[in-house]
């Protein structure tokens, strides 16, 4: 036995003079939820970026370490943390979850169900049971008086009547009469009372009881400190539900040599969490109405060929929220698209026949869509809900990570199996085309990133950001602002200098980003096919650092609101930017048509019109105008376009057909401008723009 108790106590001590040698092997792991509030965010045109950033003071071993409440909005994919502090900290991994809350909701609807119950069952079936009682005495009272009636009648007949007598029993009558109304009275107020709070606990029963369950995403980061230590912990994720606006206001100087441009920002965002006093930075990557004279659209003829449309939507399956750059590939007829801000996507001009729509997107899982129907004329819908994919960080495969310069992104690209690239730019993976390769920049879809396949604006950021790099430290204030622009690769950032909240709902935000004082040169132009009249248009350059992006535009003289128009494209550094002043009374514009004279012969259609365009100065100083007005244009060899006469000569451009006319009017002068124009079709061809 007392062998037996040696050896337990040999176990002992080896069992504890090994845990002393490797306190790894037994040490438990800290699991905390930290308070990590949100210190800043960058908004762009589709979401937003938001850092949240806690303070810690952590022992040494390993921690788990949750941040609880994330939106279900929050792009999984997205999720980065960061740790600094003591030496010696390792960084183990990132997880998430989604938590689902019940508990609060179902408690609170059962003990509304136990008011409800309490106040119908007991309170109000007692205070129904004293109106009752109420109302019988009464009605006894009633009969008492009934009866009485009948009593002193006979008295009166046999003229023995005891008037003192009765008029004691009427006082004592018309006492328990009035007191037993005023306690029905008062019982009906407390009963009206009572059903009322009925009626707001069944309400508010009603609107729990309704509600969906609610959900949250839960961050976990572990790490292993070798000593104890301040720790910061940086947690950065994308979200969708977040927009913002530019607003613009264009005030023409008194002397109208210069326009005050004012550049303000709409902040709106439905994400399901407050951004209370945090450092707000706005992106500009992703991605005239009554007051001017209106663009002139190219005047084109061209023959119809059957071709269809096929278009449609795509959404998240969960959230509901447009999905943005997804990839739409009509496989057989070498056409595509991708998904602008609202989620919808065109795909224009294809054969009609029978294809098959495969659509594809970093952060959702791949569908095709077969024997999609394509008809002559018609446009056929494909709308679907995309199903977000599922990122597993805490079981994923461990990725070996080796460190390698790299000077650009050809370099990157060649060291990736399945990728190719061209001279001009193009990147092939896996045997695909080029226009299939999607790019994400801080998780926001941008054109190619090697310059080869870029649309016009992706080219217009590129000539404004060549060669510029994102670096914090690097930020310069922009002229006579309030905000701080960072040029970066394909975008500007402007950083709000104060600390500002933008609550979660309908609520936005408007902040002030920057004011600039422009020189303008201002121009009478006329386009009578859109309005007649002339208008004032000012030409101003955009002198800052960033680009202008499109909105709207509050257009002011002096201090009198003249109207609004719109930035449509974007306005990058150096370019020209025109914006409309409002009509100039002292000219007067009329456009008149002749009808068409129609004429056929043999195979052939012949139409002809004539255009006068008449300008009268009723000003006192002369006035230069600038007159535009399309011509047709044939994109067809079979159709042929003469213009006839066009007096007095103007500048026409042969692509778009656009006349230029710049017309000198002296104080009352009055002058008219002629342009006929013949056209010829074949007589069975459908000719669009006629």
Not at 263 to 280: F, H, M, P, R, V
Not at 480 to 486: D, E, G, K, P, V
Request: with cysteine; aromatic share 6%.
């Amino acid at each position: 036995m007392r062998n037996r108790e040696g050896i337990r106590i040999g176990f002992a001590a080896a069992a504890l003079w090994l845990a002393a040698m490797w306190p790894g092997s037994v040490r438990a792991v800290e699991t905390q939820t930290v308070d990590a509030p949100i210190d800043s965010v960058t908004v762009y045109p589709d979401r937003a970026k938001v850092t949240r950033i806690a303070h810690l003071e952590l022992k040494a071993g390993e921690h788990a370490l949750t941040i609880e409440n994330l939106p279900m909005g929050t792009i999984d994919a997205s999720l980065r943390a960061t740790v600094r502090g003591v030496d010696g900290i390792t960084f183990l991994g990132l997880s998430h979850r989604v938590e689902h809350h019940l508990e609060t909701p179902n408690e609170r609807v059962a003990e509304l169900l136990r008011q409800i119950r309490k106040l119908e069952d007991r309170d109000r079936r007692a205070m129904s049971d004293r109106r009752e009682v109420f109302s019988s005495q009464k009605e006894l009272v009633a009969t008492m008086v009934e009866n009485a009636g009948e009593r002193m009648g006979e008295e009166v007949a046999v003229d023995c009547m005891d008037v003192s007598r009765w008029e004691a029993a009427y006082g004592f009558v018309g006492d328990k009469l009035r007191a037993v109304n005023d306690s029905l009275r008062g019982v009906q107020r407390e009963l009206d009372s009572l059903d009322q709070l009925i009626e707001k606990v069944r309400s508010e029963f009603g609107e729990l009881s309704a509600r969906e369950e609610t959900a949250t995403k839960t961050v976990q980061i572990d790490l292993d400190l070798k000593r104890a230590g301040a720790v910061t912990v940086t947690l950065d994720y994308m979200l969708h539900g977040a927009t913002w606006t530019p607003l613009y206001d264009a005030r023409l100087a008194e002397d109208r040599q210069s326009v005050e441009l004012a550049y303000n920002a709409e902040i709106s965002q439905q994400t399901g969490e407050d951004w209370d006093d945090a450092t707000l930075s706005l992106s500009t990557t992703t991605p005239s109405q009554g007051v001017g004279p209106g663009s002139l659209e190219p005047w084109f003829l061209a023959t119809r060929k059957a071709s269809s449309t096929i278009s449609g939507r795509f959404t998240d399956e969960f959230s509901g929220d447009p999905v943005v750059g997804a990839s739409v590939q009509v496989i057989g007829a070498d056409k595509g698209a991708q998904t602008g801000m609202d989620g919808r996507y065109v795909v224009p001009r294809i054969d009609p026949g029978t294809y098959i729509l495969r659509v594809t997107h970093p952060e959702y899982q791949g569908v095709e869509f077969t024997s999609v129907m394509a008809s002559p004329y018609a446009s056929t819908d494909i709308s679907y809900r995309l199903c977000p994919r599922v990122a597993d960080l805490a079981s994923g495969p461990s990725l070996g990570i080796r460190q390698t310069e790299i000077r650009s992104v050809d370099a990157l690209l060649e060291q990736v199996a399945g990728v190719q690239t061209t001279a001009h730019g193009e990147v092939f993976i896996r045997g695909g085309r080029a226009g299939e390769v999607s790019y994400l920049l801080d998780g926001i879809t941008v054109g190619d990133p090697l310059g080869g396949l870029w649309t016009a604006s992706d080219r217009a950021r590129a000539s404004l950001m060549a060669n510029s790099y994102y670096d914090d430290s690097d930020e310069i204030a922009a002229s006579l602002s309030t905000a701080m622009i960072n040029p970066g690769a394909l975008a500007a950032v402007f950083r709000i200098k104060r600390r500002t909240s933008v609550p979660s709902g309908d609520k936005a935000v408007r902040t002030h980003v920057a004011r600039w004082t422009l020189n303008a040169s201002l121009e009478p132009v006329s386009r009578p096919r859109n309005r007649e009249g002339v208008y004032r248009v000012a030409t101003v350059v955009n002198q800052d650092d960033a680009p202008l992006m499109p909105g709207p535009v509050a257009l002011f003289e002096g201090g009198t609101f003249l109207g609004n128009a719109r930035l449509v494209d974007l306005i990058v550094p150096g370019e020209e930017l025109k914006l409309p002043f409002g009509p100039q009374h002292e000219i007067e514009v009329h456009r008149q048509l002749t009808p068409w004279d129609l004429k056929e012969k043999g195979n052939k259609v012949r139409m002809q019109e004539t255009v006068k365009i008449t300008l009268t100065n009723h000003g006192r100083e002369a006035q230069q105008v600038v007159l535009e007005e399309p011509l047709p244009v044939s994109l067809n060899e079979r159709v042929k376009v003469k213009y006839e006469d066009i007096a007095p000569e103007a500048e026409v451009d042969d692509d778009t057909g656009i006349a230029t006319w710049t017309i000198t009017l002296a104080p009352g002068e009055e002058t008219t401008v002629v342009v006929a124009y013949r056209i010829e079709h074949p007589k069975n061809m459908r000719v669009i723009g006629l």
